[in-house]
């Protein structure tokens, strides 16, 4: 019974379901971005980004761009370095001491993401066993979202970049191959607020979409849901992966 289940495990991924993790959303406006999202053991962490003369700025709005806050100095360049400090002759390293942890890096490009994605290629560049799970399988995801380029042309960007997927959009078989996960807002299925039970009708609704997306082996995440702990739980017994939040530490004591 033991190798039977054992082949069976082996030979249908879609039985995979990644257990709920943290998204933690617009994480450079917390008080400590990265190290606090790596600290609850987030496995997605987001950052907005502009490309403003040839950097890559992180903020929400344009008008809110700082000197020296920059995808590579919040990110990239501290990433690098856990790895570093992790290191050893027989491993590339891993973003912490728990070996097995890894998360994917979310960005969120708001505008000219043709551009901005060849900036951003050139940023890891130096950083590359660090974001290429070729080179390293515990290196960091990269996500690309926002201001994607068309989708007929994912399949020519490296294989370290994947995509923010949408339910509405359509993928051939080897498109999909670079669709980290599909997200959608939440308004799209439900306008629950978070309190009390989640609608029946709005249940299924979700349930059929969750179904859809696993059966495709994606993890799915809703953006705008309610942020509080009954939302949380309840997302998570449906089967959102990627559980979106402002309140990381609250949300790693409810979904743990």
Excluded at 18 to 24: E, K, T, Y
Excluded at 35 to 56: N, P
Excluded at 218 to 243: E, S
Aim: charged share 25%.
């Amino acid at each position: 019974m033991k190798r039977f289940a054992l082949i069976v495990l082996l030979f249908c991924p879609s039985l995979f379901a990644l257990a709920q993790q943290i998204h933690s959303h617009n994480d450079y406006e917390k008080p400590e971005p990265l190290t606090a999202a790596i600290r609850h053991r987030a496995g997605s962490i987001e950052a907005d980004v502009f490309l403003v003369d040839g950097k890559l700025h992180v903020a929400h709005d344009k008008s809110q761009i700082k000197p020296g806050r920059t995808l590579d100095s919040l990110y990239l360049k501290p990433i690098a370095a856990l790895f570093d400090k992790n290191k050893n002759r027989f491993s590339a390293g891993t973003v912490s001491e728990s070996r097995k942890y890894t998360f994917q890096l979310m960005i969120d490009l708001k505008e000219n993401g043709v551009e901005a994605i060849k900036a951003l290629e050139q940023a890891v560049a130096p950083y590359r066993t660090c974001f290429d799970r070729a080179m390293n399988p515990q290196a960091i995801q990269l996500v690309v979202s926002g201001s994607r380029p068309p989708i007929a042309n994912w399949i020519d960007y490296p294989s370290y970049i994947l995509f923010d997927g949408r339910p509405s959009e359509l993928y051939d078989d080897e498109t999909i191959k670079h669709v980290a996960l599909f997200s959608d807002t939440f308004q799209n299925y439900s306008r629950w607020n978070g309190e009390g039970g989640l609608p029946d009708k709005d249940r299924e609704t979700l349930k059929r979409f969750i179904k859809r997306a696993h059966s495709q082996d994606k993890p799915i995440r809703f953006w705008a849901a309610p942020d509080t702990p009954n939302a949380w739980k309840q997302l998570a017994k449906l089967g959102v992966d990627y559980i979106n939040t402002d309140k990381v530490a609250e949300c790693a004591e409810v979904i743990k």
